[in-house]
Nanobody
Framework: QVQLVESGGGLVQTGGSLRLSCAAS????????MGWFRQAPGKEREFVAA????????RYADSVKGRFTISRDSAKNTLYLQMNSLKHADTAVYSC?????????????????WGQGTQVTVSS
């Protein structure tokens, strides 16, 4: 099991930027695929981005492609999400997740370890 703790959320204006962090403890992250998901009020949790543990490949939801960047620092056991050109529609609770063999899986229930989430609010 991996323990995950997110940070970096907050209130930002439309067009602004934020960087989220996800610190991991427990097992070493290097063998886990990592992902970011978000849940807006009244909506289901949705996939945002993922990074593979082999080679560091990345993939994104169409809604954030070109604006968000996922990265990981294995030495620090930390996952990041750089969010630029933020829109009001990006307002949500953002959570990081970890699981082996889930890089291509966008379904939240397939990921086993989750953080508690961090609120991102983009004012319009």
């Amino acid at each position: 099991q991996v323990q995950l703790v997110e940070s970096g959320g907050g209130l930002v204006q439309t067009g602004g930027s934020l960087r989220l962090s996800c610190a991991a403890s427990g097992r070493v992250l290097s063998s886990y695929d990592m992902g970011w998901f978000r849940q807006a009020p009244g909506k289901e949790r949705e996939f945002v981005a993922a990074i593979s543990w082999i080679g560091g490949s990345t993939r994104y939801a169409d809604s954030v492609k070109g604006r968000f960047t996922i990265s990981r620092d294995s030495a620090k056991n930390t996952l990041y999400l750089q969010m630029n050109s933020l829109k009001h529609a990006d307002t949500a609770v953002y959570s990081c997740a970890a699981e082996r063999g889930r890089y291509y899986n966008s379904r939240p229930h397939k990921w086993g370890s989750w953080g508690q989430g961090t609120q991102v609010t983009v004012s319009s």
